[in-house]
């Protein structure tokens, strides 16, 4: 019977009944078997399945989809698609691959292997429904979030009608069940499921068991969702001190405990050196201990940057230009607020070229384009996962979207509906932008790569490694010939449209780089930093401009404005609008609580959107 603890939050936790098998002696059975038997007989199959499994519950993901992709439509041929070999394959195989970033691949390869597995075991079987969890967790990945949480829900319900409620695979179920609605933004059904499920897990296997700590550091996410920093430090601290104890110091979970419970220090101001140490040794043991290429690796050395840059001291050369304050909420004035029509957050919003539609992108996990003017709704785009970035086409007739879910989307402005899907980067996409000719999309992603695919049909032209550690930005110069990017490893860098080679580095700031972006004349290029600086350079001279002030505050985004003569900062703290010709603020406001994306239109409005709605404001006359 195929088995499967909760993940939740963690990378990897796997289980199988009466499976110890290490992947050391699998690799080693396989391999006799493949020499004595050959690579169709039964028997290398149900090695080749062992082993799989036994690289799953390792967390060697890739090496899950190495082991069992080829060796999938053997079994199919050889044993049949309803035999328990290929349905364990099947599962091992749709698991990786989900975690991989191919979650089609595995809706594709889970959805047939229900069927097999209804009509070969029956609709009640363990294994038939430990598939359908396994297909719902996948449709949370490619962000079908109703669909996943249906279907969690039905299994969650067989599982307590057959097996029982205090059964392992219906506790697993409850804990899929909690992520779900996490991920699909209702916080609050999310944390009573999981609080639930953990009171359940306590009392039907312990306070230790592995599966207990895995509930009770999702349980901790979602608490950390919803603002509850408290309660989900004093968890995080309860379950890697028991992860230490009960799993030892190197084991995935341990290590992504770790993990956790830094990012919790790093957002209290008086425990953020101990965020920074935790971040330190955990990323030195994650190398030391798992494969190369492991998940948990990069997420590790994207929370370092993150954590080294939020400890460092404030530069000290390059006096910036103090900014001249002009109140404490003026002259900026609100015109209009455009409200969420839905749940989960608003991460991007973009004016139309012309300055007559708003596109903003995550609100209900879709891109939504408004008509400022009225605040009706135009169009609207299917659930698409947590949207993190969109941009219009030059001609306005078409947008496209970055998601969390590392795809990338080609919508129709005019109706919302999508055209064409693509994936290609390994971690979520944080910025997109569409060539000034209409005919390429450059992408960058958390995996320091950037992306670059026709626009026609979203076809890969080339994906490469730009930055060390995450890469948050890439802008088009307005006529095109290159690509700037910015990252978590601090250069500002370019790239030559075509052969994409490298070009000018500009190594200015101390910390993440935030932003970059072009002016519409094309004679400044401006980047923005965590280490509260943004840095306006003069592409007619090739040299710094200017060095622009966020007074000790993240800048979170930047923008020009139309006639390029001023420049807008998004800071953590509030909204500067500077004039580059002088280094005076011109106009400046509070920062809406929670505000992620800002947008300049062409006619002079500025946009902002934060997790519950799009605020347009205007400048002083």
């Given at each position: 019977i195929l088995s499967r603890p909760a993940i939740g939050s963690d990378l990897t936790h796997y289980g199988v009944s009466n499976s110890t098998l290490t992947e050391r002696e699998g690799t080693r059975q396989l391999s006799v078997s493949r020499i004595t038997r050959g690579d169709e007989d039964p028997a290398t199959l149900r090695a080749a399945a062992a082993l799989g499994f036994a690289q799953l519950r390792a967390g060697q993901l890739y090496e899950v989809v190495s082991t069992l992709e080829p060796v999938y439509p053997v079994a199919v041929r050889v044993l049949g698609d309803g035999d328990f070999t290929t349905l364990r394959i099947a599962f091992c195989l749709g698991s990786a691959l989900r975690e991989t970033e191919r979650p089609e691949r595995a809706r594709d390869i889970l959805q047939p292997a229900i069927a097999a597995a209804t009509l070969s075991l029956g609709a009640d079987d363990a294994t038939t429904l430990t598939l359908r969890c396994e297909l719902a967790a996948t449709f949370t990945t490619l962000g079908e979030h109703e669909q996943a949480v249906a279907l969690h829900r039905q299994v969650l319900a067989e599982r307590t009608r057959v097996l029982g409620p205090d059964h392992t695979d219906t506790l697993t179920s409850g804990d899929y069940l909690g992520r779900a609605l996490r991920e699909s933004g209702d916080l609050e059904a999310a944390i009573a499921q999981y609080e639930a499920t953990l009171a359940a897990t306590r009392a039907a296997l312990g306070p230790d068991h592995p599966d207990t700590l895995s509930s009770q550091n999702n349980l901790a996410g979602a608490y950390s969702d919803a603002g509850r920093q408290a309660e989900a430090t004093a968890l995080y601290e309860q379950t890697l001190a028991a992860r230490r104890r009960v799993l030892g110091p190197t084991h995935v979970h341990t290590l992504n405990s770790m993990n956790n419970l830094a990012l919790a220090y790093l957002f209290d101001s008086k425990r953020k050196a101990e965020g920074l140490a935790l971040l330190e040794e955990a990323a030195a043991l994650a190398k030391g201990s798992l494969a190369a290429g492991h998940p948990l690796i990069a997420n590790l050395e994207v929370s370092l940057l993150m954590a080294r840059s939020m400890t460092a001291p404030p530069p000290a050369a390059d006096k910036p230009i103090p900014p001249r304050r002009l109140g404490r909420r003026g002259p900026l004035r609100e015109l209009v607020t455009l409200a969420n029509p839905g749940k989960g957050g608003g991460f991007d919003v973009a004016w139309s070229p012309r300055g007559d539609r708003l596109a903003v992108a995550g609100f209900d996990d879709s891109v939504v384009v408004y008509d400022p003017a009225s605040?009706?709704?135009?169009?609207?785009?299917?659930?698409?996962?947590?949207?993190?970035?969109?941009?219009?086409?030059?001609?306005?007739?078409?947008?496209?979207?970055?998601?969390?879910?590392?795809?990338?989307?080609?919508?129709?402005?005019?109706?919302?509906?999508?055209?064409?899907?693509?994936?290609?980067?390994?971690?979520?996409?944080?910025?997109?932008?569409?060539?000034?000719?209409?005919?390429?999309?450059?992408?960058?992603?958390?995996?320091?790569?950037?992306?670059?695919?026709?626009?026609?049909?979203?076809?890969?032209?080339?994906?490469?490694?730009?930055?060390?550690?995450?890469?948050?930005?890439?802008?088009?110069?307005?006529?095109?010939?290159?690509?700037?990017?910015?990252?978590?490893?601090?250069?500002?860098?370019?790239?030559?449209?075509?052969?994409?080679?490298?070009?000018?580095?500009?190594?200015?700031?101390?910390?993440?780089?935030?932003?970059?972006?072009?002016?519409?004349?094309?004679?400044?290029?401006?980047?923005?930093?965590?280490?509260?600086?943004?840095?306006?350079?003069?592409?007619?001279?090739?040299?710094?401009?200017?060095?622009?002030?966020?007074?000790?505050?993240?800048?979170?985004?930047?923008?020009?404005?139309?006639?390029?003569?001023?420049?807008?900062?998004?800071?953590?703290?509030?909204?500067?609008?500077?004039?580059?010709?002088?280094?005076?603020?011109?106009?400046?406001?509070?920062?809406?609580?929670?505000?992620?994306?800002?947008?300049w239109g062409s006619h002079g409005q500025l946009a902002i959107v934060d997790a519950t709605e799009v605020v347009i404001w205007a400048l002083p006359e």
């Amino acid at each position: 019977i195929l088995s499967r603890p909760a993940i939740g939050s963690d990378l990897t936790h796997y289980g199988v009944s009466n499976s110890t098998l290490t992947e050391r002696e699998g690799t080693r059975q396989l391999s006799v078997s493949r020499i004595t038997r050959g690579d169709e007989d039964p028997a290398t199959l149900r090695a080749a399945a062992a082993l799989g499994f036994a690289q799953l519950r390792a967390g060697q993901l890739y090496e899950v989809v190495s082991t069992l992709e080829p060796v999938y439509p053997v079994a199919v041929r050889v044993l049949g698609d309803g035999d328990f070999t290929t349905l364990r394959i099947a599962f091992c195989l749709g698991s990786a691959l989900r975690e991989t970033e191919r979650p089609e691949r595995a809706r594709d390869i889970l959805q047939p292997a229900i069927a097999a597995a209804t009509l070969s075991l029956g609709a009640d079987d363990a294994t038939t429904l430990t598939l359908r969890c396994e297909l719902a967790a996948t449709f949370t990945t490619l962000g079908e979030h109703e669909q996943a949480v249906a279907l969690h829900r039905q299994v969650l319900a067989e599982r307590t009608r057959v097996l029982g409620p205090d059964h392992t695979d219906t506790l697993t179920s409850g804990d899929y069940l909690g992520r779900a609605l996490r991920e699909s933004g209702d916080l609050e059904a999310a944390i009573a499921q999981y609080e639930a499920t953990l009171a359940a897990t306590r009392a039907a296997l312990g306070p230790d068991h592995p599966d207990t700590l895995s509930s009770q550091n999702n349980l901790a996410g979602a608490y950390s969702d919803a603002g509850r920093q408290a309660e989900a430090t004093a968890l995080y601290e309860q379950t890697l001190a028991a992860r230490r104890r009960v799993l030892g110091p190197t084991h995935v979970h341990t290590l992504n405990s770790m993990n956790n419970l830094a990012l919790a220090y790093l957002f209290d101001s008086k425990r953020k050196a101990e965020g920074l140490a935790l971040l330190e040794e955990a990323a030195a043991l994650a190398k030391g201990s798992l494969a190369a290429g492991h998940p948990l690796i990069a997420n590790l050395e994207v929370s370092l940057l993150m954590a080294r840059s939020m400890t460092a001291p404030p530069p000290a050369a390059d006096k910036p230009i103090p900014p001249r304050r002009l109140g404490r909420r003026g002259p900026l004035r609100e015109l209009v607020t455009l409200a969420n029509p839905g749940k989960g957050g608003g991460f991007d919003v973009a004016w139309s070229p012309r300055g007559d539609r708003l596109a903003v992108a995550g609100f209900d996990d879709s891109v939504v384009v408004y008509d400022p003017a009225s605040g009706a709704t135009l169009a609207r785009s299917p659930k698409l996962g947590t949207v993190g970035c969109v941009a219009w086409s030059p001609d306005a007739t078409m947008l496209a979207a970055g998601t969390s879910q590392r795809t990338i989307h080609l919508l129709d402005a005019a109706t919302g509906a999508e055209r064409q899907r693509a994936q290609g980067h390994r971690d979520e996409l944080r910025s997109i932008d569409f060539s000034p000719d209409g005919q390429l999309i450059a992408t960058c992603a958390n995996d320091g790569t950037i992306g670059i695919w026709r626009a026609a049909d979203l076809a890969a032209v080339t994906l490469f490694p730009a930055h060390e550690g995450l890469a948050r930005s890439v802008s088009w110069s307005p006529d095109g010939s290159v690509l700037v990017s910015g990252g978590g490893d601090g250069p500002v860098r370019t790239w030559h449209t075509g052969s994409w080679l490298p070009g000018v580095v500009r190594d200015g700031h101390t910390g993440n780089v935030s932003r970059v972006a072009f002016s519409p004349d094309g004679r400044f290029l401006a980047s923005g930093s965590l280490d509260s600086t943004a840095r306006v350079y003069d592409l007619q001279t090739d040299a710094e401009h200017r060095m622009l002030s966020a007074e000790g505050w993240w800048v979170i985004d930047l923008a020009f404005s139309p006639d390029s003569s001023q420049l807008v900062m998004l800071t953590r703290n509030d909204v500067l609008v500077f004039d580059l010709a002088t280094g005076e603020v011109l106009a400046h406001g509070e920062r809406p609580f929670g505000s992620t994306r800002l947008s300049w239109g062409s006619h002079g409005q500025l946009a902002i959107v934060d997790a519950t709605e799009v605020v347009i404001w205007a400048l002083p006359e």
